[in-house]
């Protein structure tokens, strides 16, 4: 800033300085001229200069006349001549009588004009004043030419140059000082970072902001839109397409309380709103400057996420206590087989394991032949384990097969509703006397994935089968009813839907569909040569 603003100055005083110094010269020089025409007029209409032209003896009278002239004036030289331009004055008394050097009277003798000129006399080169001499009839006798030599009129315009030098210096000095001021001012506005610094952050700060899985709205004093990164713009109508920054808060999203902390500057934290048709935990913070609110930022995430990991870790909890439910029963059969060793009814003990073994085998061989993603394939084997420690019976249809690979976020999808359309069903009211029983089927053939989760349970009421996919609808307490909600959300941002339908075992059957192109992973291609 320094460089660039210094120089600017630098190069904006070098052009005018040298604009006006040559205007000022041209002015010094036109009035020189104007100076030494005067002095000639008046010299010329002298009536003794004019009667010494009919003496015996011009020079006698007219050079002393001229040489007062010239030294009251401060002229370079008055030559008075005749009409042949013979001289009758001269600065230097040797050259009176000699012809005059410069060849510049004619216009002066022969038209009468005034005017003036510049050429190279006896003296050297200079700026002339030529006036014609008349006579009391108006007839021309003779010329006055008053000059100023070049070399003086330069001496005397490069004495006021350098002082205009010196002032522009001056000038130049001061600028470049307070350059320098601006420029520290400015850093430190700025924290003392240079631009590419500034420049690197700004990006930085945009990246990070774009890759936060929460949405972040900040607002300025005045209650504008100031940022929205790529999460929060899907919350605001509209925003999609468009840059929301300027927008006022409360048109863009009516139900924040962000004025709120504007005008309160307190901060509000793990708030419940809506943002659109989406139930979010809020956390809202003011922005203090100097002890001034200049704005407030809001940080929200979908309460539903936030539900979904409170139940994954409920599951991992149930899945531990299933494990060791399990444990405590395997226990149980090692203490029949020791007891069985110990009566030495070892082929009883044999048929014990092998039963034992038989059947866990053939349940996990089911499952990976017919799941070929090791994870989905790993929540089903949990699922069933937990459900028979819970005395749940879970079938798997043996037609069922998801053999696709699965991407990332398609896997997370299916463990998502895998696993609650079978706590759903697991958990399903029942008769009294009735034995929990759940069959699950599935498949990926064709262009669809198709879960279908059928229990033996009281069943649901079809004329109520919308209600039990909305939000916190349920029959099993308060804090429930957000698995099936979240399931249809996936579902359709999955490009299908699921439907509640008679199950062939008395109870409800839900079926989920989802597009199977958006849940399976995407064609690696060769790596580059």
């Not at 109508?237 to 962000?258: C, F, M, V, W, Y």
Request: proline residues 4%.
């Amino acid at each position: 800033m320094v460089l660039l603003v210094g120089s600017l100055l630098v190069f904006m005083l070098a052009i005018q300085g040298h604009y006006l110094n040559q205007r000022y010269a041209a002015l010094m020089e036109d009035q020189i001229g104007q100076r030494a025409l005067s002095v000639a007029r008046t010299l010329a209409s002298n009536p003794m200069l004019v009667d010494a032209f009919d003496s015996a003896d011009p020079a006698a009278s007219i050079q002393p006349l001229a040489e007062r002239v010239r030294v009251q004036t401060g002229a370079s030289f008055i030559v008075v001549g005749n009409r042949d331009s013979i001289r009758y004055s001269h600065p230097l008394p040797d050259r009176i009588g000699a012809r005059m050097v410069g060849e510049d009277n004619d216009p002066a003798l022969i038209e009468g004009a005034e005017y003036v000129s510049r050429a190279t006399g006896s003296l050297g080169p200079s700026i002339r004043g030529k006036v014609p001499v008349r006579n009391g009839d108006g007839a021309i006798i003779g010329v006055v030419s008053v000059g100023f030599l070049a070399s003086e009129i330069k001496e005397k315009i490069a004495a006021d140059m350098r002082s205009n030098l010196m002032l522009m210096l001056a000038t130049a000095c001061l600028g470049l000082l307070g350059a320098v001021w601006i420029a520290r001012r400015f850093q430190r506005a700025i924290l003392g970072l240079e631009p590419h610094e500034i420049a690197r952050r700004l990006q930085e700060k945009d990246a990070i902001l774009q890759s936060m899985h929460e949405g972040l709205v900040a607002v300025n004093a005045q209650g504008r839109i100031t940022l929205a990164n790529a999460v929060a713009r899907r919350f605001i109508p509209g925003a999609e397409d468009r840059d929301p920054a300027g927008q006022d808060i409360r048109e863009a999203l009516p139900h924040s309380r962000l004025s709120d902390v504007l005008r309160t500057g307190e901060a509000q934290y793990d708030r419940e709103t809506w943002v659109g048709e989406q139930l979010v935990v809020v956390n809202r913070v003011p922005i203090v400057v100097d002890g001034q609110v200049e704005g407030a930022v809001a940080t929200f995430r979908s309460r539903m996420e936030i539900l979904e990991l409170s139940r994954s870790l409920a599951e991992v909890r149930q899945l531990a206590d299933g494990l060791r439910e399990q444990a405590h029963e395997f226990s149980n059969k090692l203490h029949a087989l020791a007891g069985l060793l110990q009566l030495g009814k070892v082929q009883e003990a044999i048929v014990l394991i092998g039963e034992e073994n038989r059947l866990e085998q053939a349940r996990l061989t089911l499952l990976q032949n017919r799941v070929h993603d090791p994870a989905l394939c790993g929540l089903l084997a949990g699922k069933l384990m937990r459900a028979a420690g819970q005395g749940v019976q879970i079938d798997v249809d043996e037609g069922s097969s998801l053999l696709s690979e699965l991407s990332v976020s398609g896997r997370e999808a299916l463990l998502s509703i895998f696993g609650n359309l079978l706590e759903n069903a697991c958990e399903a009211p029942r008769p009294a006397g009735c034995s929990p029983e759940v069959l699950l089927s599935f498949t990926d053939v064709g262009d669809s994935v198709v879960i279908e989760v059928d229990d033996n349970g009281c069943g649901v009421d079809l004329a109520q089968a919308e209600r039990v996919f909305e939000r916190g609808a349920s029959t099993k307490g308060d804090g429930r009813g957000i698995g099936l909600a979240l399931v249809r959300q996936l579902c359709r941002d999955l490009g299908g839907d699921v439907t509640l339908e008679p199950g062939e075992q008395g109870g409800a059957c839900f079926v989920a569909v989802v597009d199977k192109a958006r849940v399976t992973a995407p064609e690696r291609m060769p790596d580059a040569v």
